[in-house]
């Protein structure tokens, strides 16, 4: 048995020592002057990783949890809302929305792609105007960026509101909330944050308040109008995980030290080695290098090993987890995650283990041949 695991997957993530430590404080009243001060803080910082000066709001739940508030606060039943679906969780966006009785145009493109703003705009023509667009900024599933800034460019002057899911990429990706013109952002904590899951963080433009303020559906653990009301105290509505937001405000702090163009950049190095170590191996990425994620790298095993049994070597003989494929890829790919509290010697050391794996398998392939073609996307 392995002595040491070696956690890959794109969610959760490591979670930094001092983000652990943080987490260990003494626990505070949630409704103290402590917890205020800290809770504003905290709001404060995140802010800026947003890249923006609209409200923003720290929820206990889970990442899907504030995609689902972005739903509930603006969805009624039969309200038209465009789904652009590029994978999994845009899947699961335009779900979300039919739960809350909207009449949904999924809007689909092949996984492994993203959406093309042509046919956005065609249909945009054709069958708008929606009330909403939902989008997901960086498709977990696929390994897939699309492009929000021309979605939000091409809606900005409409009525429409902007949804996007940025669970996966926030804190790692260079994300304008505002130049973006989105209307609401979500992201959750045990991604690119480096903390355990539990928290998602949602940012409302003024644009969005007015029809959240007039919206008739159903809501309240998940009330926006609830969250705006006790923010005005520095206070969440309902129980707060204290202990995530010590972890959170410990989080952004290591965020905002490194600087956030430096953030970007090793996240840009890790891809870049990522896609260089599995193509060495013969192996195929399933997104192009034009959309290609900086947080996951999605990897077709076309070397004669199946996803599934390389899975099981890199568990069993070197405590390495790699994430599976979803939905319609279940069993077809490898997702390197590489985000957060990740270096580009962490990817090194997944593609070494990905090459030992290969071998171990009777692959044909040639130790050493992944990590130097990482190591020179590095160099």
Same mark, same amino acid.
């Given at each position: 048995?392995?002595? &040491?695991?070696?956690?890959?997957?794109?969610?959760?993530?490591?979670?930094?020592?001092?983000?652990?430590?943080?987490?260990?404080?003494?626990?505070?009243?949630?409704?103290?002057?402590?917890?205020?001060?800290?809770?504003?803080?905290?709001?404060? &910082?995140?802010?800026?990783?947003?890249?923006?000066?609209?409200?923003?709001?720290?929820?206990?739940?889970?990442?899907?949890?504030?995609?689902?508030?972005?739903?509930?606060?603006?969805?009624?039943?039969?309200?038209?809302?465009?789904?652009?679906?590029?994978?999994?969780?845009?899947?699961?966006?335009?779900?979300?929305?039919?739960?809350?009785?909207?009449?949904?145009?999924?809007?689909?493109?092949?996984?492994?792609?993203?959406?093309?703003?042509?046919?956005?705009?065609?249909?945009?023509?054709?069958?708008?105007?929606?009330?909403?667009?939902?989008?997901?900024?960086?498709?977990?599933?696929?390994?897939?960026?699309?492009?929000?800034?021309?979605?939000?460019?091409?809606?900005?002057?409409?009525?429409?509101?902007?949804?996007?899911?940025?669970?996966?990429?926030?804190?790692?990706?260079?994300?304008?909330?505002?130049?973006?013109?989105?209307?609401?952002?979500?992201?959750?904590?045990?991604?690119?944050?480096?903390?355990?899951?539990?928290?998602?963080?949602?940012?409302?433009?003024?644009?969005?308040?007015?029809?959240?303020?007039?919206?008739?559906?159903?809501?309240?653990?998940?009330?926006?109008?609830?969250?705006?009301?006790?923010?005005?105290?520095?206070?969440?509505?309902?129980?707060?995980?204290?202990?995530?937001?010590?972890?959170?405000?410990?989080?952004?702090?290591?965020?905002?030290?490194?600087?956030?163009?430096?953030?970007?950049?090793?996240?840009?190095?890790?891809?870049?080695?990522?896609?260089?170590?599995?193509?060495?191996?013969?192996?195929?990425?399933?997104?192009?290098?034009?959309?290609?994620?900086?947080?996951?790298?999605?990897?077709?095993?076309?070397?004669?090993?199946?996803?599934?049994?390389?899975?099981?070597?890199?568990?069993?003989?070197?405590?390495?987890?790699?994430?599976?494929?979803?939905?319609?890829?279940?069993? &077809?790919?490898?997702?390197?995650?590489?985000?957060?509290?990740?270096?580009?010697?962490?990817?090194?050391?997944?593609?070494?283990?990905?090459?030992?794996?290969?071998?171990?398998?009777?692959?044909?392939?040639?130790?050493?041949?992944?990590?130097?073609?990482?190591?020179?996307?590095?160099?």
């Amino acid at each position: 048995m392995p002595t &040491k695991s070696y956690l890959y997957t794109p969610g959760p993530t490591p979670v930094p020592p001092q983000v652990t430590a943080a987490m260990n404080r003494p626990m505070i009243g949630h409704r103290s002057q402590e917890f205020a001060n800290l809770h504003g803080e905290i709001v404060e &910082k995140a802010k800026t990783v947003f890249q923006t000066a609209n409200d923003l709001y720290v929820l206990t739940t889970s990442g899907t949890g504030g995609m689902e508030t972005a739903i509930a606060n603006t969805v009624a039943p039969g309200d038209r809302v465009l789904a652009l679906v590029t994978g999994n969780f845009g899947e699961r966006f335009a779900k979300i929305a039919s739960a809350y009785g909207a009449v949904v145009t999924r809007l689909e493109f092949p996984w492994g792609t993203a959406f093309d703003m042509e046919q956005v705009t065609e249909t945009w023509e054709k069958e708008g105007p929606f009330k909403l667009v939902l989008a997901t900024h960086n498709e977990t599933s696929t390994g897939v960026t699309n492009d929000i800034a021309s979605l939000g460019n091409y809606l900005k002057d409409t009525e429409a509101l902007l949804l996007v899911d940025a669970v996966s990429s926030m804190g790692a990706m260079d994300i304008r909330t505002d130049e973006w013109h989105v209307d609401i952002m979500v992201t959750g904590s045990q991604k690119a944050l480096m903390l355990p899951p539990g928290l998602a963080l949602v940012s409302v433009s003024s644009k969005a308040w007015p029809i959240i303020e007039a919206n008739g559906g159903v809501r309240f653990y998940f009330s926006l109008l609830e969250a705006r009301k006790s923010f005005a105290k520095q206070n969440t509505p309902w129980t707060p995980a204290v202990a995530l937001f010590y972890g959170l405000d410990a989080a952004l702090d290591l965020i905002l030290t490194e600087g956030l163009s430096n953030v970007f950049h090793r996240h840009t190095r890790m891809t870049a080695a990522a896609r260089a170590g599995a193509r060495a191996l013969g192996m195929e990425l399933l997104a192009d290098d034009s959309v290609a994620s900086h947080t996951v790298t999605a990897i077709i095993p076309n070397t004669g090993v199946g996803a599934n049994d390389l899975s099981g070597i890199l568990q069993k003989n070197m405590g390495v987890t790699f994430a599976g494929g979803q939905g319609q890829l279940k069993g &077809k790919l490898l997702r390197i995650g590489h985000m957060g509290y990740c270096s580009e010697l962490d990817v090194i050391l997944a593609i070494a283990a990905l090459e030992m794996a290969l071998y171990k398998a009777g692959a044909a392939v040639s130790l050493g041949t992944g990590v130097q073609a990482a190591e020179q996307a590095l160099v």
